[in-house]
Nanobody, 120 residues
């Protein structure tokens, strides 16, 4: 019904940059908040950055000043620009969206995950 497709992960050197993209497709009325999470083995999935439908953003303290989240509502796409990457940023990054399948309902959807590896 509603699917999130991620792209942009890869291997970079410490201090480098990477941009992740996540596009929503399928049938839905609208999308509320969108965000990026990350997870490493043995750890809980944590929120990296979030953005509301109105453009308000929030970030984990560990990425403030380095990462920027943005969205293109016409394309139903959310982006994560990652600068000054550190080895501790290495993780699988997951896109998340609060999707309204129709006007009176809301569901949470997850992307398939994309690997980001930062080498020192």
């Amino acid at each position: 019904q509603v699917q999130l497709v991620e792209s942009g992960g890869g291997l970079v050197q410490a201090g480098g940059s990477l941009r992740l993209s996540c596009a929503a497709s399928g049938r839905f009325f609208s999308i509320n908040a969108m965000g990026w999470y990350r997870q490493t083995p043995g750890k809980q999935r944590e929120l990296v950055a979030g953005i509301t439908s109105g453009g308000s953003t929030n970030y984990a303290d560990s990425v403030k000043g380095r990462f920027t989240i943005s969205r293109d509502n016409d394309k139903n796409t959310v982006y994560l620009q990652m600068n000054s990457l550190k080895p501790e940023d290495t993780a699988v990054y997951y896109c998340n969206a609060e999707v309204r399948p129709y006007i009176n309902a809301v569901d949470t959807r997850w992307g398939q995950g994309t690997q980001v590896t930062v080498s020192s």
